[in-house]
Each structure stands twice: as C-alpha cells, then as structure tokens.
C-alpha cells in the first residue's frame, strides 16, 4: 500500500497567480504547457454537518450535484483510501471523527486560472466518504449542508 500523506494547509506551498488586469495578462500566457496542466489533489474535512436541504426537498430545486470518482490515481482510489480511514492511518493530527463527518479528497490543476485561447480538460474527479455508525462509508451527501468546522490540505504519496 502507497504511503500517502495529507499535509494541513499551512504546509501548503502554491504558485503564485497574478492578479486579473491587463498588465499580469501577458504573463500568464508565457506559462508553459506543463505547468497549466498539472494537477494536485487536495484534501478537506468538514466536521460538524448541519442539513440544510434534504435530499427529498431537492427535487424542486435546480441543485445538481455529481458524483464521486473511484479513483484519482493508481494509488487513491475508494478502495485505499476508504481501508486508511477505517483504520485510522489516514489523519496524522489529532481528530476523533463524529456521525456525519464529510472527508473529501479533489484533483484540481496547481494553476486554477484558465488562459484565454489555450484549452485543458476540465477536472470534477474527487472521492468523498462520510462517518457512520463508527465506520468511513464511501458516500457523498446528496443535500445542501453546514457545518462547524473545516479542516483543508494536500495530499502526498510517497
């Protein structure tokens, strides 16, 4: 099993994104191909999930949302990820998870801006697990909701 590590966000290390005029236009465009198209996977987990919506009320309401992947790479897909949970290899900061718990892991480019003229696939893969009954179940939560709490990072293999 890959070694796979979830780094808070104060760990996070970001390109920097030039502001959105004129002047910064021409340098967004000197990027090169292979940094426009990287991609990272990051992580969040929402704790302390209030419904807002039900599922049921949403079918009167223009709310879609999709659905999870089972995979993001090789080594993240459902079934690792959903077997680190459960038995607690996963977080590696202090954390007891409650019903209702929402953890969530999402592949995004490194660069979030689109260019003008220059096209790349657009990316929605993510896989999402939520705390039931004292397991990791990978579910996704159907309805609007809040919550009290976010904790967000990066995810690492090594």
Avoid at 23 to 42: A, F, G, M, P, V
Avoid at 49 to 65: A, L, R, V
Avoid at 124 to 139: A, C, G
């Amino acid at each position: 099993m890959s070694n796979i590590k979830l780094l808070p966000s104060k760990e996070i290390q970001k390109i920097e994104i030039p502001h959105k005029n004129k002047k910064s236009q021409k340098r967004k465009t000197n990027i090169s191909d292979e940094i426009y198209l990287e991609s990272t996977i990051s992580w969040y987990l929402t704790i302390g999930i209030n419904i807002i919506i039900e599922e049921s009320d949403m079918f009167f309401m223009e709310i879609q949302y999709s659905e999870p992947s089972n995979k993001l790479t090789d080594e993240i897909t459902n079934e690792t990820i959903l077997e680190l949970l459960n038995l607690n290899l996963l977080f590696e900061f202090e954390y007891l998870p409650q019903n209702g718990d929402l953890f969530v892991l999402r592949q995004h480019y490194v660069y979030e801006n689109d260019i003008k003229n220059r096209n790349r696939p657009y990316l929605n893969n993510f896989l999402s697990f939520i705390f039931s009954n004292q397991n990791w179940k990978n579910e996704y939560y159907k309805s609007r909701y809040d919550f009290d709490k976010i904790l967000k990072g990066t995810v690492i293999v090594e």
